[in-house]
Each structure stands twice: as structure tokens, then as C-alpha cells.
């Protein structure tokens, strides 16, 4: 009897299976003009509306029934591409796809399928290239942060500065990749720009919530930054000049269709503009003076197809910022020379692997190196005449910190079909953390002796691991779509073994085609702290990892949502979250970067943060009108058992409103204009109250009135960010004037930034007034309008 029902649920399998024959259609999607792969291009039937995406590297796999299939690809700013198949066999199909001119995207509305709604993803941004090259900026140097800066949810730091606070995180909260390799430090000129030359990029993805599993090892956001891969059709180029940096892409085939290659660099002149003037200030007999700053960047990538499934990338980037003053005194034959300087980069490399190992198995494995280093460097040397005799002294104190990363990644991608994506891998990062050693070298003919020592905080070697699974599945005939996924991280350091399981989850009800509902819960750990001062503005922060006293961070984050496609042009979202962040460091009361006595897990304090709030927006990416309205009501606070008499109180970044609008209109084929205005409510601040006479005097006026007298007066602090600065708003403007020229394409770009002069708060201070006989609260801007204009020739 069991053998004849065995025999009979076979049989009905095998029916079954031979009725519903499925075939996969798997491929590539790339660009047509550049050969560049293309990543997040939707595929799918028209017919069915069963569909799928490529992925980062432009692999496709859509699984269907046997049958009559209309094959669809759309990607935003392209035309769409349709094909009827005839589907009885499994077909290999690679993709080109043209650029529109008009940024339409063709394709029969009624059977569009929408990203926007579609999608598991909330708390998710993708930014365009051609988009942010038409914004505004500062100086006129196109910088991708300060773009993701306008997006809601996002905070930026102190005026002008590429600082990035996501939903009430830390700015180390943030995991910043490029090509996959963590960027330790992503700011130039001391916060203002980005280290990111916009030239070299193809894409950027902003995560604020909802974490899929195969990300890890931060707490607030990740920004997912693509280079790109080179033209493989034909030699193409690029070169800017603007007011303080000039930029050159040079990219092409070196075999076609198979081996390209991509270079660009940048470097400010600055240093070159300004030691004019440097050099006729000191005009002093005997005295040469050399200074001044500037920032460079390199990137390079080059990529072999060695086959249709096997591929390898190589790409690198190094970048360094220096400021130094050099100082060279002669008198009477004596030489004195001083030498001082700040100079910190980053140096990243990834070797990546794609393999497919059928239609349904995609395959990436990395490997990366990173090093961010930061140096203080001061010497010293004089050769004296002392009774015709020479004398010689030379002294050089260097203060060093940094991190550097080895790191392997393996990644799957596997779809069976329409109804399940699932991805797995894993990956493993060894750290060497140097939070800080001074060294000391001194040589003269005064001492018998010489000094050569060195002394501080001993590198740290740390070992962090982690292994993924996730499946993104639909539920109901696709009315329910659910990504799932639990991530397991490890961190070893100093004997000691940390791990964190953390369980991921998303969710999409579908309402109507336009309108679906949104949910998601992610559980993140963070083995990496970053020591910041508040006191100083320039890169001094450590990173440093957890220790055997020093836990490492975790969080757990809500997130609901509406999303909502009006009028096949508009995508609309309001999502409310919910963040709980622990372990939190913070520097002591009194304790900063330059306490070197002391050990660093000695200066910091632990603590607790939270964040909730809601966000609107509005954003239009196709027509020659694009841009976005974004808008974000939220509260972000701390609590330290030392700080603030153990109260909790608003983080320094805690902005009750922010308001950002962006537009972008081509007005022909010759000019395009952009326009961005912000508003923001004031960051928080802590002032005193009120102010003593040292010693308990209280005749403060008597003594204040007294010339010989300087007071001494002690400050009365009643809670940590208790006052909120002035309210933050700004409107900027750019032009683009484009010509088409016999080698290619001139465009001038001309600009203002902060266009109605608003004097926005740098920072407040108290100041004591001789006219009024008081304290009063003085307010500092940095920046008023500025105007810019840069040329660009693309060719």
C-alpha cells in the first residue's frame, strides 16, 4: 500500500514538474556606449510581471515558465529594452542598453513594474552621478557627501563640512565603501570636502535602516560607493579647473570589449596660490617662509573579461591632505631652521573575483588592504656660531595614529526563481590599530647623549569575522515580499572573543500597483569606537577597537513605512523609525586628543543614545525636471553615568527639523541650472548660565572696572547641550553652459553658494564687553556668499 502511494506522489510530481517546465534567462545588463555593467536594472515579464534585478556587477537571472515571454529591462535614465522570447530552453542573454537624452524611461506604463513600491528596501537612497554633477557646490568642487547631506534623515556637522549623522548616529556610525573597502576617513580639508572625486564614481547607495544581512560592522548607515569600470568601447576623458582644484579622468579600452582601465586625479593649488603672499609677509632680512595646505587623490581601476562567466577587477585609491609651515632664519652665518606639519590620508586596493558558476549561481570574492594614517610632525634644527666655533642641534617629535585593514570577502548570489533571492557569504577583516605613539629624536652638541624614544598607546591587533544568510521571498502571488536574514559577527582581540547574532527582516505589502506598505527591524554591532574631541576641528579622532573593559556598541532599529508611485513620476515615502544605540564612548569631562599620559580606555566615559522620528519625500528622477523634497522631524539624545550629573541630554547634532530642496531643470541642450536650499533647526550647544568671580567675590562689577585687574571667572553649567543656536538655512545655485566643440564637449559652470548671505552659526561664545560692562553671547560665521566658476572639457 505505502509503495503504491509512493509510487502515485511521484507520479503527480513528475506531471506536475513536466506542466509548469521552467527556463532561466540570465545575462549581463550594461551600458551601451561605455560597455559599463549596470547595477539595480529591474528585469522582468511583462506578461507575468514576474521579475527580478541585476546586481552590483550587472548579473541577471529571471526564472519563468515555458512559454511566450516579453522580456523587459528598465533602468533609470535609459531607454527600456523589450524582446519577445519564445522560452523552451534556458537562454544566455546580455543587455545593452542606450542612455536616454531626455532621462525618459520607455516602457508600457500598465505593465511597469516599480522599484519604488516593489522592493523590500526602506530607508534606502540611490543617487545618480549626472544628477549631483548639476547640483551647486562649494567652491565649485562636486562632492557626493555634501549631496547626501539633502536626504532626509541625514544631518551634516558645522557649517560647510562633509560630516554625515544618520538618524541620530555618530559620524563613526557610519560604514563608507568604496569598491567594497572601508573609508576610515572620508574628509578633505578638514571636513569641507569629501575624499570622493566625483569623476571616478558610477554609483551611490545610502542605507539608513532596514539592513539587509550581508552588511555589518556599523551601527547608523551605510554608503555604498561604485567606481567606475572604464570605457570599454572607446578612449574618453575628462578635466576640470576650478578655483582651487584641478581635475583630470582619462578612460578606455586597452582591449576592446575585454580590458579597460580607468585613472583620475585631483589636487588643490592652494598652497601654490597663497605662498605669494606668505612670502611678502615676511619680508624680513634673513627669513624665508614657506607655507601652506593642499589635498590630492588618485584612483585606478582596470578589469579583464577573461570570459562570459569570469572576470577580475583591480582597483586603488590613495589620498593625502597636508598642511605645513617651513620657517628658515640666517643670521651671521648661523642656520635656523623649523619645521611643522599636519598630514593625514587613506591608501585602499580591492582584487575582486566575479565568477558565474551557472545561471542561477553568481559568485564575488574580494580581497582588500586600507590604511588611514595620521601624523603630527615637528622639527627643529639650528647650526650656531658660537666664538667661531659651530654648533649643531636638531629635535623631531611626531605624533602617529591609524588603522590598517586586511580583509577577504566572499559572496553568492543565488535565485532559483522569480519568488526567492537568496544571498550568503562570508568575511573576515585582521585590524592593526595604532591609537597613538610619540615618538622623540634629538640630537646636539649641549648633551653628551642623544635622545631617540619613543612612547605612547602600543599597536592593538584585532581579528573581526562574520557569516550571512539572507532570502528575499514573495508570499500571496507577490502581495507579500519578505527579506529575512540573520548575520553572525565575531571580534577577537587581546584573548577576548566577542559575538553578536543579529537577525534582520524587511517587508513589503503590495496595497494597489502604486502604494504598498513598508516595515523592517535590524539588530547591528559595532567592534570599532571613535575617539572624537569636540574642542578642535581637525582630524584628530581615533579609531580604536573594543577591549576586555570597552564593549562594543550595539542597536536595534524600527522602521514603518508608506511608499506611493504618483503619477508614474513621482516616488513618495514618509517612514517613521526607531533607534536604541549602547555602549556608546564619549570623552571624559576635561579629557581630550592631547592628554598623551594617560591610557585611552581611561579618558572615555560609556553610555546609552536614542533616536526616533519620521521622514518625508518627494523625488522626481525622469524628464528634464528632476530633484526632490525631503523632509525630517526627529529627536536624538544621550546619557553617560558621568556626564551631565548622569542625566540624559540632546546630542550635539540633535535637530528638531530639516528641510531640503533640490532641483535640476535642462533648459536645452546647452544649459542645465540647479538649485538647492536647506533649513535647520539650530544644533545644540552647551553655555553657562552663570558666572562667578574666583575666590567667592561678589562684587563683580568693582572688579571687572578695575584696570590693573584681569578676573578670573568661573562658569556655572547647569546641563550639557541645553541652549539651541540659531536656526540653519541656506540657498545655492549653479549654471551649466554647455558646447558642443570639434573634440568633444566644453562646459562652464558658474555658481553661488549661500546665495542671500546668511550669516549661519559657526559656533557661539561669551564674550565680555569693556562698553556694556557684560557678558555677551557672540556669534561666528564662516561663510558668507561665494561665488564659483570652474570649465570642464569632456571628450
Known amino acids: 500500500m505505502m509503495k503504491r502511494f509512493l509510487i502515485l506522489v511521484f507520479a503527480t510530481f513528475l506531471s506536475g514538474y513536466a506542466v509548469s517546465q521552467n527556463y532561466t534567462i540570465s545575462g549581463f545588463i550594461s551600458d551601451a556606449g561605455t560597455g559599463e555593467r549596470l547595477v539595480s536594472a529591474t528585469v522582468y515579464d511583462a506578461n507575468t510581471l514576474k521579475g527580478s534585478i541585476s546586481n552590483n556587477y550587472g548579473f541577471f537571472s529571471l526564472t519563468l515558465p515555458a512559454g511566450k515571454v516579453k522580456f523587459v529591462v528598465s533602468y533609470v535614465g535609459y531607454s527600456a529594452y523589450s524582446q519577445e522570447i519564445e522560452l523552451k530552453a534556458n537562454v544566455q542573454l546580455n543587455v545593452a542598453i542606450e542612455m536616454s537624452t531626455e532621462l525618459e524611461e520607455v516602457v ?14 526602506m530607508s534606502v537612497v540611490e543617487l545618480q552621478i549626472k544628477s549631483i554633477n548639476t547640483l551647486p557646490v562649494l567652491l565649485g ?43 576610515y576617513n572620508a574628509n578633505h580639508l578638514f571636513g569641507f570636502f569629501s575624499v570622493f572625486n566625483a569623476d571616478a564614481i558610477s554609483n551611490i547607495k545610502l542605507i539608513k535602516g532596514g539592513f539587509p544581512a550581508r552588511y555589518g560592522g556599523r551601527l547608523s548607515s551605510v554608503i555604498d560607493i561604485k567606481m567606475k569600470e572604464g570605457n570599454q568601447k572607446e578612449i574618453a576623458g575628462d578635466a576640470t579647473v576650478g578655483l582651487i ?57 582596470v578589469n579583464h573579461k577573461f570570459s562570459e562567466r569570469n572576470r577580475l577587477y583591480l582597483s586603488a585609491y590613495t589620498g593625502k591632505d597636508r598642511l605645513y609651515a617651513k620657517t628658515t632664519e640666517l643670521w651671521d652665518g648661523s642656520v635656523y631652521k623649523y619645521n611643522f606639519g599636519i598630514q593625514w590620508g587613506n591608501i585602499t586596493s580591492t582584487l575582486r573575483w566575479n565568477y558565474v558558476f551557472s545561471n542561477k549561481l553568481f559568485s564575488n570574492t574580494t580581497l582588500t588592504y586600507s590604511n588611514y594614517t595620521f601624523e603630527t610632525p615637528l622639527e627643529y634644527y639650528f647650526k650656531e656660531k658660537i666664538n667661531d666655533v659651530f654648533q649643531t642641534e636638531s629635535f623631531i617629535l611626531n605624533f602617529a595614529s591609524g588603522i590598517r585593514d586586511y580583509a577577504i570577502n566572499v559572496d553568492f548570489d543565488y535565485i532559483p526563481s522569480p519568488n526567492h533571492y537568496i544571498r550568503f557569504g562570508a568575511s573576515n577583516i585582521y585590524h592593526i590599530f595604532k591609537p597613538g605613539v610619540n615618538i622623540i629624536k634629538q640630537t646636539s652638541a649641549y648633551t653628551e647623549a642623544d635622545l631617540d624614544t619613543t612612547f605612547g598607546n602600543a599597536d592593538i591587533f584585532a581579528n573581526e569575522y562574520g557569516f550571512y544568510f539572507e532570502d528575499e521571498f514573495s508570499l500571496f502571488s507577490n502581495a507579500l515580499k519578505v527579506n529575512a536574514g540573520l548575520r553572525m559577527n565575531g571580534f577577537y582581540v587581546k584573548g577576548k572573543d566577542y559575538q553578536s547574532f543579529e537577525p534582520r527582516i524587511s517587508a513589503r505589502q503590495r496595497i494597489t500597483r502604486n502604494l504598498s506598505v513598508k516595515a523592517a527591524y535590524s539588530r547591528m554591532s559595532q567592534y570599532l569606537h571613535l575617539l572624537t574631541s569636540s574642542t578642535i576641528g581637525l582630524p584628530t579622532d581615533l579609531w580604536v577597537p573594543v577591549t576586555d573593559s570597552i564593549p562594543p556598541q550595539f542597536s536595534q532599529q524600527y522602521a514603518l513605512g508608506i511608499f506611493y508611485n504618483f503619477l508614474d513620476k513621482y516616488a513618495v515615502s514618509v ?11 564619549e570623552y571624559k569631562d576635561g579629557a581630550d586628543y592631547f592628554s598623551q599620559n594617560t591610557n585611552w580606555e581611561k579618558k572615555i566615559e560609556i553610555g546609552d543614545g536614542e533616536a526616533y522620528g519620521m521622514e518625508f519625500f518627494v523625488e522626481k528622477k525622469l524628464g528634464k525636471t528632476t530633484g526632490w523634497i525631503g523632509y525630517t522631524l526627529s529627536w536624538s539624545t544621550r546619557q553617560f553615568e558621568n556626564v551631565n550629573f548622569g542625566k ?46 574666583a575666590g567667592g567675590y561678589s562684587n563683580y562689577d568693582y572688579y571687572i572696572n578695575q584696570s590693573y585687574f584681569e578676573p578670573i571667572v568661573v562658569d556655572y553649567y547647569e546641563s550639557r547641550n541645553s541652549y539651541r543656536m540659531p536656526a540653519y538655512h541656506r540657498l545655492d545655485l549653479n549654471v551649466n553652459f554647455s558646447k558642443k566643440v570639434k573634440y568633444g564637449t566644453q562646459i562652464i559652470s558658474i555658481g553661488a553658494y549661500n546665495v542671500y548671505n546668511r550669516k549661519n552659526p559657526m559656533f557661539l561664545n561669551l564674550e565680555y564687553s569693556n562698553a556694556s ?3 555677551n553671547l557672540v556669534q561666528y560665521s564662516f561663510f558668507p556668499i561665494i561665488p564659483s566658476i570652474s570649465y570642464r572639457i569632456t571628450f
Open 108 to 121: 508600457v506604463t500598465e505593465n511597469k513594474i516599480e522599484k519604488h513600491v516593489e522592493s523590500t528596501e
Open 648 to 693: 540624559e541630554f540632546p546630542y550635539k547634532y540633535d535637530r528638531r527639523h530639516d528641510v531640503s530642496f533640490v532641483l535640476t531643470h535642462k533648459f536645452s541642450e546647452r544649459i542645465d541650472f540647479g538649485l538647492t536650499w536647506i533649513y535647520g533647526s539650530g544644533n545644540t550647544t552647551t553655555l553657562s548660565l552663570e558666572k562667578y568671580m
Open 773 to 775: 560692562k557684560q557678558f
Open 141 to 183: 568642487e562636486v562632492d557626493v557627501m555634501k549631496t547626501i547631506q539633502l536626504l532626509p534623515g541625514v544631518q551634516s556637522g558645522n557649517e560647510g563640512t562633509s560630516g554625515i549623522y544618520v538618524r541620530g548616529g555618530g559620524p563613526d556610525q557610519n560604514l563608507i565603501l568604496l569598491d567594497g573597502v572601508p573609508v
Open 245 to 301: 582644484a584641478t581635475k583630470l579622468t582619462l578612460e578606455g579600452p586597452i582591449i576592446k570589449d575585454k580590458t579597460s582601465f580607468i585613472i583620475s586625479a585631483r589636487r588643490t593649488y592652494i598652497d601654490l596660490l597663497i605662498q605669494p603672499f606668505i612670502a611678502a609677509a615676511a619680508l624680513t632680512e634673513g627669513v624665508i617662509v614657506n607655507a601652506g595646505y593642499f589635498f590630492q587623490d588618485f584612483n585606478f581601476k
Open 575 to 585: 517612514e517613521g523609525f526607531y533607534k536604541s544605540m549602547h555602549n556608546l564612548i
